[in-house]
């Protein structure tokens, strides 16, 4: 029995977990570090990007300002994009945000952009200066420079405006008119992107790096588009909450967009609970390891920043989950407990360093994640208790028997139940549902052990139990056999009877058990489901329990025959071990709820 106990544990343990990934997979979180399985059960911080993973990324332009002429800021938006427009499908392919621009041009009539005005140079965006530029030829031989991106750092860059009049001097009152407009979009949660352009004329310009293009620009207008928000993240975000577990918002859109979009999710209820990349760098680590708890979003933030978050949150003893797509994630998702990557948008360094793929890129999935963790760990820890209690009370047993002198259980009769009744159960408590509850507590600590929460003492006095239902059970079938004792421990007797009443009693007290363990502190009468393979392994074990008494087994197995009230007793014995632990469970929950 005793030696029985280690290799179990391990099977046991590792179908679990097997099952367990499998099962996420279906769920579409898709495990790569195995430990990951774990350590989402202890996820305390979830640090999220917006697009595409709290939004659907499907951008679509809904608002314009400030533009005298609209097909210009049109045109100019759909020049500086990679997205390419599909006369075939009606639409734009490319990034979601640039195929929203070339579909809002396109709306317009405007589909042959590129084939009338070729690329001939361009500055690609960068998350550092957050805008692109290119330079284009235009039909009437002009090179014309096209630059989109953030309307704060776009307008910063620009000395003109164009109105109805022409382009005039971009004055500080109409530069406060344009912040404004730009506020109001993102207050209503719309994504606002800036364009601005320059003629060169006749002459390209000598150098296409950003610093020689983007200076010296005509602002157009600005562009307002929203990506809805996914309709299961509210939800998500609320059991989030509800299990302990602080969201973070982190993108690179303006503040004021993010807090819209935030508050609509419940991540934040107020503005102040926000913070751009800008003011985290004038903010010193010590000042924001006392302030990181009071920010939900971070707006305008670089890839560095995303690192200092994770960072901080490890210093201060939290399990951080982070996602990411690009190349320039990869370090914060490493540094991170539980890196995740983007299956759909991902690149395959974001993939390759992170412990889980989201196949969805769905919030929803990391929550779906959490939960299936902390049920898998559950569930290990009551495969655990309940393979430790069985062969704890195998050990009581025998070691009682030798000490008085007599034989309780041969060693076939210990191979068979570590074989059948310690094995199938272990394994059914795998596919064990997720207790309704599990979404309501506080993660546990990452320091905590797989005995913590008392579980050491349940197998201890659980297993105290069934060693005592074994000897009684033992005793009474010496009493039925009418052996006296001293016979058996003279050896003028094996005393059958009472060996095989044990033998039944024990495999059938394991079975009734594996019932109790369903929920280590829960009455097993107030789940509200049912274990279908928990009960085809009580079946199936009660099915070769008897076959091994009952067939021409017995002979191999030292078994006597023994009569109906034998069995009646014998069984009534091992069904004793249920209100026995409901007894036990009901004294833990009023000690512990006297703790709390």
């Given at each position: 029995a005793v030696a029985a106990i280690p290799e179990g544990l391990v099977a046991v343990v590792t179908i679990v977990l097997s099952l367990g990934v499998t099962k996420m997979a279906k769920r579409q979180a898709i495990i790569r570090n195995l430990s990951a399985v774990e350590t989402l059960g202890c996820t305390q911080v979830i640090c999220s990007d917006k697009t595409g993973t709290l939004t659907q990324n499907k951008m679509t332009v809904v608002k314009h300002e400030l533009a005298a002429?609209?097909?210009?800021?049109?045109?100019?938006?759909?020049?500086?994009?990679?997205?390419?427009?599909?006369?075939?499908?009606?639409?734009?392919?490319?990034?979601?945000?640039?195929?929203?621009?070339?579909?809002?041009?396109?709306?317009?009539?405007?589909?042959?952009?590129?084939?009338e005005h070729p690329r001939v140079g361009e500055a690609p965006f960068d998350s550092g200066r957050k805008m692109m530029s290119v330079v284009n030829l235009a039909p009437d031989g002009n090179y014309v420079q096209h630059t989109k991106g953030g309307p704060d750092v776009v307008l910063a860059r620009c000395t003109m405006?164009?109105?109805?009049?022409?382009?005039?001097?971009?004055?500080?009152?109409?530069?406060?008119?344009?912040?404004?407009?730009?506020?109001?979009?993102?207050?209503?949660a719309l994504r606002v992107m800036a364009a601005a352009r320059v003629n060169y004329g006749k002459e390209a310009p000598e150098s296409f790096s950003p610093e020689a293009l983007e200076h010296d620009m005509t602002f157009l207008g600005l562009c307002g588009m929203i990506d809805p928000v996914r309709p299961e993240v509210g939800q998500a975000v609320a059991e989030a909450h509800a299990a302990g577990m602080n969201v973070v918002m982190i993108t690179g859109d303006h503040i004021d967009t993010a807090v819209a979009i935030a508050k609509e999710l419940g991540i934040v209820t107020d503005r102040s609970q926000a913070i751009t990349g800008a003011e985290l760098d004038r903010m010193s680590d010590e000042e924001f390891s006392r302030n990181i708890a009071n920010y939900g979003v971070y707006a305008r933030v670089q890839p560095e920043h995303k690192t200092r978050i994770v960072d901080t949150w490890k210093k201060l003893g939290k399990v951080v989950a982070m996602t990411g797509d690009g190349v320039n994630d990869a370090p914060s998702i490493k540094r991170a407990d539980i890196g995740i990557g983007m299956g759909i948008t991902g690149t395959d360094v974001t993939k390759n360093?992170?412990?889980?793929?989201?196949?969805?890129?769905?919030?929803?999935?990391?929550?779906?994640?959490?939960?299936?963790?902390?049920?898998?760990?559950?569930?290990?820890?009551?495969?655990?208790?309940?393979?430790?209690?069985?062969?704890?009370?195998?050990?009581?047993?025998?070691?009682?028997?030798?000490?008085?002198?007599?034989?309780?259980?041969?060693?076939?009769?210990?191979?068979?139940?570590?074989?059948?009744?310690?094995?199938?159960?272990?394994?059914?408590?795998a596919m064990e549902e997720a207790e309704p509850d599990i979404m309501e507590r506080e993660p546990r600590s990452s320091t905590d052990g797989i005995f913590a929460g008392g579980m050491g003492l349940d197998c201890l006095v659980q297993g105290a139990m069934i060693g005592a239902l074994t000897l009684v059970s033992y005793f009474v079938g010496l009493r039925f056999e009418g052996v006296p004792l001293a016979d058996v421990l003279s050896g003028a007797n094996k005393g059958l009877d009472g060996m095989t009443m044990a033998f039944l009693t024990l495999s059938m007290v394991e079975m009734f058990h594996s019932f109790n363990m369903r929920s280590r502190r829960k009455s097993v009468f107030s789940l509200p489901t049912q274990n279908k393979w928990l009960w085809g392994s009580f079946a199936l074990s009660l099915v070769l329990t008897f076959a091994v008494i009952e067939t021409p087994l017995a002979r191999a197995f030292d078994f006597a025959e023994i009569s109906a009230a034998e069995y009646g007793i014998a069984m009534a014995l091992a069904f004793l071990i249920i209100p026995l632990v409901e007894a036990y469970k009901a004294i833990m929950r009023a000690v512990e709820k006297n703790k709390a």
């Amino acid at each position: 029995a005793v030696a029985a106990i280690p290799e179990g544990l391990v099977a046991v343990v590792t179908i679990v977990l097997s099952l367990g990934v499998t099962k996420m997979a279906k769920r579409q979180a898709i495990i790569r570090n195995l430990s990951a399985v774990e350590t989402l059960g202890c996820t305390q911080v979830i640090c999220s990007d917006k697009t595409g993973t709290l939004t659907q990324n499907k951008m679509t332009v809904v608002k314009h300002e400030l533009a005298a002429a609209e097909n210009k800021l049109l045109a100019g938006m759909a020049l500086c994009s990679d997205a390419k427009w599909d006369p075939e499908a009606g639409e734009a392919v490319g990034e979601p945000t640039e195929c929203a621009l070339v579909n809002d041009a396109g709306k317009a009539g405007l589909t042959g952009l590129v084939e009338e005005h070729p690329r001939v140079g361009e500055a690609p965006f960068d998350s550092g200066r957050k805008m692109m530029s290119v330079v284009n030829l235009a039909p009437d031989g002009n090179y014309v420079q096209h630059t989109k991106g953030g309307p704060d750092v776009v307008l910063a860059r620009c000395t003109m405006v164009r109105t109805a009049e022409g382009d005039v001097p971009l004055t500080d009152e109409r530069r406060a008119r344009i912040m404004e407009a730009n506020k109001a979009m993102a207050n209503d949660a719309l994504r606002v992107m800036a364009a601005a352009r320059v003629n060169y004329g006749k002459e390209a310009p000598e150098s296409f790096s950003p610093e020689a293009l983007e200076h010296d620009m005509t602002f157009l207008g600005l562009c307002g588009m929203i990506d809805p928000v996914r309709p299961e993240v509210g939800q998500a975000v609320a059991e989030a909450h509800a299990a302990g577990m602080n969201v973070v918002m982190i993108t690179g859109d303006h503040i004021d967009t993010a807090v819209a979009i935030a508050k609509e999710l419940g991540i934040v209820t107020d503005r102040s609970q926000a913070i751009t990349g800008a003011e985290l760098d004038r903010m010193s680590d010590e000042e924001f390891s006392r302030n990181i708890a009071n920010y939900g979003v971070y707006a305008r933030v670089q890839p560095e920043h995303k690192t200092r978050i994770v960072d901080t949150w490890k210093k201060l003893g939290k399990v951080v989950a982070m996602t990411g797509d690009g190349v320039n994630d990869a370090p914060s998702i490493k540094r991170a407990d539980i890196g995740i990557g983007m299956g759909i948008t991902g690149t395959d360094v974001t993939k390759n360093v992170a412990d889980m793929v989201l196949a969805d890129d769905n919030f929803a999935t990391i929550i779906n994640a959490c939960e299936e963790g902390r049920r898998i760990y559950d569930n290990i820890r009551k495969s655990i208790a309940f393979l430790l209690s069985s062969n704890l009370a195998e050990v009581i047993s025998v070691f009682v028997a030798s000490l008085v002198g007599f034989t309780i259980l041969e060693p076939t009769h210990l191979l068979w139940l570590n074989l059948i009744t310690d094995c199938f159960p272990a394994l059914a408590m795998a596919m064990e549902e997720a207790e309704p509850d599990i979404m309501e507590r506080e993660p546990r600590s990452s320091t905590d052990g797989i005995f913590a929460g008392g579980m050491g003492l349940d197998c201890l006095v659980q297993g105290a139990m069934i060693g005592a239902l074994t000897l009684v059970s033992y005793f009474v079938g010496l009493r039925f056999e009418g052996v006296p004792l001293a016979d058996v421990l003279s050896g003028a007797n094996k005393g059958l009877d009472g060996m095989t009443m044990a033998f039944l009693t024990l495999s059938m007290v394991e079975m009734f058990h594996s019932f109790n363990m369903r929920s280590r502190r829960k009455s097993v009468f107030s789940l509200p489901t049912q274990n279908k393979w928990l009960w085809g392994s009580f079946a199936l074990s009660l099915v070769l329990t008897f076959a091994v008494i009952e067939t021409p087994l017995a002979r191999a197995f030292d078994f006597a025959e023994i009569s109906a009230a034998e069995y009646g007793i014998a069984m009534a014995l091992a069904f004793l071990i249920i209100p026995l632990v409901e007894a036990y469970k009901a004294i833990m929950r009023a000690v512990e709820k006297n703790k709390a």
